[in-house]
Each structure stands twice: as structure tokens, then as C-alpha cells.
């Protein structure tokens, strides 16, 4: 499915943009930062409530930023927090799982599943995961372990994912010269995740392994984008419904707009069922 920017969203990410060079704004003030569900536990992170719902009744997002595996932006991801939970009417826990180069591949995938586990232990009604950039790849890879280990599947969102760790895409090259990141940057994020483990090797790199019999995934990726592919690949597969945006902003990685707060309230940004 492709889903054509009108002028009007065109126009919203563009200004989104702006705010890279003026700074990041806080959430607006119905934002709760309470814990959504009771207990403690887990990895570290930080809630976002802007739906008056509880995690028992409503479930929780348990949203897993980008950043390449090495870096997070608190605040960037505090106000998508707030974006997500407004448009999914739900808690959103946005985990602080550990970085690379000092805590390479598998801590973080071990942070996400630990966080899941915690969630559900501590009453959510249910857990969706949503990742960006480096944060989509740890979803994908979150999903193949659960499923290796036999447990339920959560629903899933993935936006511009790295899917396959060689690297092979066509769209690094196509695309080459259109987006904010280019596969030498790629090179270096995925050798500094991975630190010797295979890149052709599940569940670290996603599109090799067993796909079959994963929940319904919504998988976005700008067509523009060097990892277009790395998302179109996938297609065919059981595990992705993958939906299409022009890019608006001449193939920028999607979600350097998604983290400032462009996430649509309205059904299109509805978990997958």
C-alpha cells in the first residue's frame, strides 16, 4: 500500500523540521508522567499519559527509540511519547535500554524483552510494541525472540526499520544522496551493534529469520529512504503490511520527522489488529 503526503501533511513535517534548529519543545501540558501501571521493575524508562486511561484497562505502547543503537534525545522521545499515546488512546512506557558501543548486541534486544516481560507481569492489559530507526530493528528482533521462545506476540509498529544487517538493499545505493543517512553511516551503526555477532543472522537482523506465523505488523518506511528496501524486501512475507508514504521532506529517514511530533491522531496511527 502507498500512501500518498497531501500538501497539508507536506507542509506539517517540513515545519516539524524547523524545530531541529530551534530545539525541541516540551509536551503539552495534559501529558502525565506517572507510572501507568503499579509496581517498579524492569529496565529504565520514562511513562507518557495522555489518554486518562490506566495500562490494566487500556495496555501500554512500550516504545523503543531510534538513535542507532548508541544514542537517545529524552526529550524528542518524551514528546513522541506523548504523540503515540494520544493517537493510540493507551500509556506509553518509552524504555531507556542500554547503548551501544559500551553494551552492544544483545543488551538492548534483552532490555526490550525484559521490559515487555515486566509489563504484562505488572498487570497491562495487553503490550504494543513501536519502534523507530534503530528502535524498529529491536522490535522486529523482539518479535522473533518471543516467538523462539514460545511465548504470545504482541501487535507491532515498526517505522524505517533496519531489516537486514548485510546491508544488501538496492535502495542504500538508489537512494543514495536523498535521505539524511547513507550506508556508510549504516556501516558503522551496525558494526558498532553488533561487535562480531553475524549480520546475516536472526534474531540481530531481522529478515533472516523464520518470519512465518508472526502477528499483523504495521511496517512504515519513506520510499525515498536508503532503507526503503530493507522494508519493500519484506513484502511478500507473512510477517509485514508494509505502508507506503511519498516522502514529503525528499526521503528523509522517517523518523527524524515522526520524533517530532508528527505522529497522526486519528485511525491511520491505530495499532494493527
Not at 517540513?14 to 525541541?24: I, K, Y
Not at 503539552?28 to 508522567?33: L, N, Y
Not at 531489516?163 to 537512494?175: C, H, I, P, Q, R
Not at 526521503?251 to 515522526?258: F, I, Q, R, S, V
Request: some cysteine.
Amino acid at each position: 500500500m502507498h500512501i500518498r503526503a497531501t500538501t497539508e501533511e507536506v507542509a506539517a513535517v517540513r515545519a516539524r523540521f524547523d524545530l531541529l534548529t530551534a530545539g525541541v519543545p516540551d509536551p503539552p501540558a495534559d501529558s502525565g508522567q506517572a507510572p501507568a501501571l503499579p509496581g517498579a521493575g524492569g529496565p529504565p524508562g520514562q511513562w507518557v499519559n495522555a489518554s486518562e486511561q490506566s495500562g490494566t484497562d487500556a495496555g501500554v505502547v512500550l516504545y523503543v527509540h531510534g538513535g542507532g543503537f548508541a544514542h537517545t534525545e529524552p526529550r524528542a522521545e518524551r514528546l513522541l511519547g506523548y504523540h503515540l499515546s494520544k493517537a493510540t488512546g493507551r500509556p506509553v512506557f518509552a524504555i531507556d535500554y542500554r547503548l551501544a558501543p559500551a553494551h552492544p548486541y544483545p543488551a538492548a534486544l534483552h532490555d526490550v524483552l525484559a521490559a515487555h516481560d515486566d509489563l504484562l507481569a505488572r498487570g497491562a492489559a495487553e503490550v504494543v510494541l513501536f519502534g523507530e530507526s534503530a528502535g524498529g530493528t529491536l522490535v522486529l528482533s523482539a518479535l522473533l525472540a518471543l516467538k523462539a521462545a514460545r511465548k504470545p506476540l504482541p501487535r507491532a509498529v515498526a517505522v524505517s526499520p533496519v531489516t537486514d544487517l548485510t546491508l544488501s538493499s538496492l535502495s542504500l545505493k538508489a537512494n543514495d544522496g536523498q535521505d539524511l543517512i547513507d550506508r556508510a553511516v549504516l556501516e558503522r551503526v551496525c558494526a558498532q551493534y553488533l561487535a562480531g555477532a553475524r549480520p546475516d543472522q536472526a534474531p540481530q537482523s531481522p529478515l533472516h529469520g523464520d518470519l512465518a506465523g508472526l502477528p499483523g505488523l504495521l511496517l512504515v518506511a519513506g520510499s525515498r529512504e536508503v532503507l526503503a528496501d530493507d522494508a519493500r524486501r519484506s513484502r511478500p512475507r507473512p510477517l509485514f503490511s508494509a505502508a507506503w508514504r511519498t516522502s514529503p521532506t525528499k526521503g528523509l529517514h522517517e523518523p527524524a520527522c515522526y520524533s517530532k511530533g508528527t505522529v497522526a491522531s486519528d485511525e491511520r496511527a491505530r495499532p494493527p489488529r
